[in-house]
């Protein structure tokens, strides 16, 4: 039984003072959204195949995906070599330096993911993107050459800066270009690029760490390397446009139809402009609000609020299930548990993540994003449950004791496999998606960037709290993970009474439903 929306006709001049100032699409009584078959072409656009111009741009701007992951893995494997290089005589590095080092990553995202998006607004998607590059390139020079816990601190604060650029900045641009038809799985090739990041972080730890470096070398090379990509990255984008919807706010119609073109494949000159008259409409050529405007529109139109509060429980969803402390300290979780080669073992879950996320790709602009959204975080609370119970059979080991064999180890990884898998396919990458595509161009940059620091406010918070909770909590980590599923159960109730469907529908069709409400409270024909 096909799943769709009833037509949702415009409401002809009935908004407030506020909301007016929003009400930018053309209205109409025709039917906004089709049935969501795979066969309901809605316009010009939606064609079944995208040029591979956009392929290459969604590839270029994926380097930045790259360092996200890079840049936020490669820590746990450089933390265990840095402490002698790091140390004075005065100071002998700490547990606590090496929880800093970590955190003032995320703390550097958190501020500039959140400002990412209104500087985006000011100087265009591209120019951002150089940005993020700078910063990565800065932080990674800086992070290779120090030589205390304060300098090492700074330096992962830049790069954090550049993480939190990149993570905003990187999703919004792909979005901005793509067809709706392939919008979901382009953005997702982001995704695909962070879990690669984060595998090709743990490979390189394990391949640079001594014998093969000197351990002065070895962390220096491991956090150094970040700014190659970087640096390749800013030089191919000179070559790259700016986004059509960008272009339009600027008044800039003939750059923004180039690049349509170039985009959408195969266009013929009247279908670019229907597609340009399309996205013109949801474009309003006003930039000239001021942060409080823009914080005011935000919060006092509905519409706006349901697209921040969507993707702010997403985002904040995608962290809360405590995802990252696999991320981060798998090995070490392994290590206790009584594995022979810890590391390793913790790459099955960067490779997992990694193959969950290439099928999500496949997935996501022909199932949807609520029905993956709504396998994806009950699989993840069965997941936490099962390793729960595994944990519950294995004693805690303190840090480098002698590896025992007991047969719940193995069934440890497979559980957690499972969770990963659960993860990966949907709430891990959907969040960025929409982020990217719900607000309305007016309050985009602000809404996405109020978005994006939800995720990294939660990732320094599930990162810094993990190994305390897991000392404190009853039932240590088997009680963390419990935890961790009561948050995934709520999840599912919250995304199933808020979320609504917005695969194939324009960036300004999928206004048009948050302005008349949850998307799924009664619109939604199942
Ligand atoms: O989308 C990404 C991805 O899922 C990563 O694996 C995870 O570490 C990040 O926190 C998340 O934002």
């Known amino acids: 039984m096909p799943t769709g929306y009833r037509s949702i006709p415009a409401e002809d001049g009935t908004y407030e003072e506020d909301e007016e100032r929003l009400t930018i699409l ?14 309901g072409k809605k316009g010009p656009e939606d064609g079944d195949e995208v040029g591979p111009w956009i392929w290459l741009l969604t590839v270029s701007a994926g380097i930045s995906g790259l360092l996200f992951g890079y840049d936020t893995a490669s820590i746990s494997a450089a933390l265990l070599h840095l402490a002698p290089s790091l140390s004075t005589p005065e ?5 606590w330096d090496k929880s800093l080092i970590t955190s003032s990553t995320s703390l550097g995202a958190l501020i500039g993911g959140l400002f990412a998006g209104l500087l985006a607004d000011y100087m265009g998607r591209k120019g951002v993107i150089y940005v993020a590059d700078a910063l990565f390139v800065a932080g990674a020079a800086w992070q290779a050459l120090s030589n205390s816990v304060t300098t090492m601190v700074l330096g992962r604060i830049i790069v954090g800066l ?7 900045i ?43 470096l000197s351990q002065d070398a070895s962390w220096r090379y491991m956090l150094g390397l970040g700014g190659l990509p970087a640096g390749l990255q800013a030089i191919i984008m000179i070559f790259m446009p700016e986004t059509p919807r960008w272009l339009l706010q600027h008044s800039r119609r003939s750059e923004a139809a180039k690049v349509v073109a170039k985009a959408y494949g195969n266009l013929t000159a009247r279908e670019v402009d229907q597609v340009i008259t399309g996205i013109e409409a949801g474009v309003s050529a006003d930039t000239s609000d001021t942060l409080a405007e823009k914080f005011k529109l935000l919060f006092s139109v509905g519409g706006n609020r349901r697209a921040l509060t969507i993707s702010c429980l997403l985002q904040g969803l995608q962290q809360a299930c405590g995802f990252n402390s ?17 590391t390793a073992t913790a790459m099955v879950v ?14 996501i602009d022909r199932l949807g994003r609520r029905r993956i959204l709504l396998l994806s975080i009950p699989g993840m609370a069965i997941g936490l449950l099962l390793c729960s119970l595994a944990f519950s059979h294995l004693p805690m080991l303190t840090p480098n004791t002698t590896s025992v064999t007991n047969p719940w180890s193995p069934v440890l990884i497979l559980f957690m496999a499972f969770y990963v898998a659960s993860y990966a396919l949907g709430i891990g990458a959907i969040p960025w998606v929409v982020q990217s595509e719900f607000f309305p161009m007016r309050v985009r940059g602000l809404g996405t960037g109020v978005a994006t620091a939800t995720n990294w406010i939660l990732n320094f918070v599930v990162g810094a709290s993990f190994l305390p909770a897991v000392e404190l909590m009853y039932g240590g980590a088997a009680g963390l993970f419990v935890f961790y599923a009561l948050v ?13 469907e917005t695969k194939g529908l324009r960036m300004e069709e999928i206004e048009e439903v948050l302005r008349e409400g949850w998307g799924n409270v009664g619109k939604r024909v199942d």
């Open 326 to 342: 696999l991320m981060y300290f798998s090995a070490t979780i392994f290590s206790m548990v009584g594995f022979k080669s810890p």
């Open 488 to 500: 995934c159960v709520a999840g599912t109730v919250a995304v199933w009474l808020v979320y609504p």
């Open 162 to 168: 550049g993480v939190g650029v990149g993570s905003l």
């Open 91 to 95: 100071h002998a590095v700490t547990t």
């Open 350 to 363: 960067a490779g997992t993540n990694m193959a969950a996320t290439a099928i999500a790709f496949n997935l």
């Open 26 to 39: 053309p209205s109409s009584t025709e039917p906004l959204i089709r049935d969501d078959g795979d066969n």
């Open 170 to 212: 990187v999703p919004l641009y792909i979005s901005e270009l793509s067809p709706p038809s392939h919008r979901g799985r382009l953005v997702i090739v982001n995704v695909l690029f962070i879990t690669f990041g984060q595998l090709i972080a743990y490979g390189l730890g394990i391949i640079l760490s001594p014998p093969a």
